[in-house]
């Protein structure tokens, strides 16, 4: 197994592009989730997803966007890229939020 | 903000000296989990806690969940270098489908 898989590792935007970030797991987990890690602030969720079909907001949703097609794939997608969007993203999965979460290895993104 | 406080949010010990974290939520949580983050990693999954009153231990690091199951604690005794990292905990809120994380306590120790 290969686990969460997060693809890029690191990422460099200009103010205004967009891009998505990818994440796949193959534990066929139902609960994902994506958090952004800024210094002095842990872990703030931003969507999550409990099924193929349902997404909800986290903390901080403003300026992302995420689907769930496959049970497998949650990507995020950001709309258009801010300076303060500067952050390494971690996509996590389990098969509930009140379980173990598994964590992907990050991606890097810098937005100047 | 964040429903799931967590203090202190540095710590430097000196190896062989004990370490505590403790988080703290606004409302009951139906299970508190733990979670170590060494430097340029990515978060691993330690222990969870569920019953109220609870202690796990795991070798040298000694979990407790409150009786009001609003709080918990994480302690280390006699710290290590390997024990250096982030130290997060997490509930899940919203009915129990939003885990949201405390914003960690990092822990670095001098040999």
């Known amino acids: 197994n290969a686990g969460v898989t997060q693809t890029p590792k690191f990422q460099v935007l200009k103010t205004g592009q967009s891009m998505t970030l990818q994440c796949a797991q193959d534990m066929n987990h139902e609960y994902m989730s994506w958090y952004r890690q800024d210094p002095g602030m842990g872990l703030r969720l931003i969507h999550y997803?409990?099924?193929?079909?349902?997404?909800d907001q986290g903390e901080v949703p403003n300026g992302y966007n995420v689907s769930r097609s496959t049970t497998e794939d949650f990507p995020l997608r950001l709309l258009s890229a801010a300076p303060s969007q500067t952050s390494v993203y971690f996509c996590a999965s389990s098969y509930s939020s009140l379980r173990e979460q598994y964590f992907g290895p990050g991606t890097r993104l810098t937005v100047t | 903000g964040q429903q799931v406080m967590q203090i202190p949010q540095y710590q430097h010990v000196q190896e062989g000296e004990d370490f505590t974290t403790y988080c703290n939520s606004s409302t009951t949580l139906s299970n508190i989990q733990w979670y170590k983050q060494r430097p340029g990693g990515h978060p691993v999954f330690l222990i969870q806690?569920?019953?109220?009153?609870e202690v796990k231990k795991q070798k040298r690091l000694t979990f407790q969940f409150g009786e009001a199951k609003k709080n918990s604690s994480l302690h280390i005794t006699a710290t290590q270098t390997t024990d250096v990292g982030t130290y997060f905990c997490a509930g899940p809120l919203r009915y129990g489908n939003k885990l949201v994380f405390g914003a960690g306590t990092i822990l670095r120790v001098k040999s």
């Open positions: 997803s409990v099924g193929a079909g349902i997404t």
């Open positions: 806690l569920v019953k109220s009153g």
